[in-house]
């Protein structure tokens, strides 16, 4: 998934996103201002959007109201130092879907950053099944008819995102701006090879196939539509 964060405190953003890059594996793309964030906004596609209050230029809330007005339905986790019942109660009415409080647990950030991912895309269970493909985001494990499968972090993410996209169809190039962040066009050609190696792992002689190669359209996960399940719920 691809995230935006908008943190002027360089330390404090580099720690942010070296944790959402190295736990989960996120894109991420970082402003340091109001202003190059709510552009960024406005010319990239993002999952989530983590924003700071405390900003130069357009200060956080500013950048919040305008992304509401013109329609962004993006996820949107604020940081803030405020601890004030009112000021939280005005950051919720205002479009924010979450807040952290200052200083916070870099393991909570990326837990409320995965749900509200998840609830995003309408899927509040941490675990995704599709067929005989089961998918577990917390520890990011995957099992074809109860067998682990071994991938690689690319290949699941793509996998991940691709079971978020039941039966639609993906190009390349929406993957590779959710897989990669404004650095993405030296990646362009790497796509084909984690997605051959994913239908491979997943197995490539199914009937249908289990990833649908369409010409110059993109990739399909093509298994029946099945049912969310709690990780631990062992007899879903």
């Known amino acids: 998934m691809r995230v935006l964060l908008v943190e002027d405190e360089i330390r404090l953003a580099e720690n942010v996103a070296h944790a959402l890059r190295d736990g989960p594996g996120f894109a ?10 709510l552009d960024l906004a406005e010319n990239a596609c993002y999952d989530l959007i983590i924003l700071d209050l405390m900003l ?20 949107v986790l604020i940081l803030t130092a405020r601890s004030e019942r009112s000021s939280i109660i005005q950051l919720l009415n205002s479009g924010a879907d979450d807040y952290l409080s ?4 870099l393991g909570e950030v990326i837990a409320r950053a995965k749900a509200l991912i998840r609830r995003g895309k309408g899927m509040a269970s941490p675990a995704l099944r599709l067929g005989d493909l089961e998918l577990h985001t917390g520890d990011q494990s995957v099992f074809r008819a ?31 701006e959710h ?19 994913l239908r491979r792992k997943l197995g490539e002689g199914s009937n249908p196939p289990t990833i649908e190669n369409l010409r110059n359209r993109g990739y399909r996960l093509v298994l029946e539509y099945g049912s969310f399940k709690d990780a631990g719920d062992e007899s879903a």
Do not use: C
């Open 146 to 176: 109860g067998n682990p499968i071994v991938l690689s972090p690319m290949e699941y993410r793509i996998l991940e995102y691709l079971m978020h996209r039941p039966r639609a169809i993906v190009s390349k190039r929406e993957l590779l």
């Open 28 to 37: 991420v793309d970082h402003a340091e201002d109001g202003q190059t964030g």
């Open 102 to 105: 200052k200083p916070f647990d």
């Open 56 to 75: 130069p230029g357009l200060d956080g809330m500013t950048v919040l109201r305008r992304l509401r007005e013109r329609g962004d339905s993006t996820a």
């Open 179 to 197: 897989m990669y962040d404004f650095n993405w066009v030296h990646h362009s050609n790497v796509i084909e090879a984690h997605v051959s190696n």
